[in-house]
């Protein structure tokens, strides 16, 4: 049997570990075809690292006959070429959770997953423990939260951020609401907190609260979900979305595995 054949959506940072872990040996059960990026020029640099074809259009990536198409991009990536990429007869990778958060889109992938025998998996990204996560809320109706400490500077740029948070002094607590209404005002920011609802009580029932903490580098997600008589708790501290791209790396192992952790 030969090797799959793998479709890289990105070319950034992210999309770089799974390159540099194909050249490790760490994917060797995969063959890498194709890179599709925004920007021509970096697209076709790590094609050239990878040995493989740097393509301009989705059309283009999915014309290679990739079996696994992993994003590594954007959210508003994952929602114009997702339902193509399954259509397609590939499975699809998903680091870009905050996708999902849309319930309309999140159904149009199942039903093209579904009609065409693919499937997509879910990047725990910097998340991990959804198998305790998924578990409690398959015993009954979890109450789910997600409590999120990050940089000031990481809020640059969205409706939360204020130059008063870049100065010495306690934490400032900027946001309280739900995962939906968490990735409406941050789309590139809360993919954790999608990730966690999604295996929990869903996007509109999850709570999200983030902190804005002078002088922090990273992020440090506290998840809950509980039940009567239940209660997990999912600590992760990251100073690094290295921890990503590398969980993409762990998908792909676990889907040719003959065990599954």
Known sequence: MGKLKLGILGNGYLADIIVEAGLKGMLDEYELVGVLGRTREKTELLAKKGGCQACGTIDELLALSPDYVAEAASVQSVKDCGVKILESGAGMIVLSIGAFADHEFFGQVKAAAAGHKTRVYIASGAVGGFDVL???SLMGQAEAGIRTRKGPASLKGTPLFVERLMEDGPESHVFHGSAKEAISLLPTKVNVAVASSLVTAGPEDTRVDIYSVPGMVGDDHKITSEIEGVKAVVDIYS???????????????NIVSPIVF
């Open 134 to 136: 998924r578990t409690i």
């Open 239 to 253: 100073s690094t979305s290295a921890i990503a791209g590398w969980s993409v790396v762990a998908v792909l192992q």
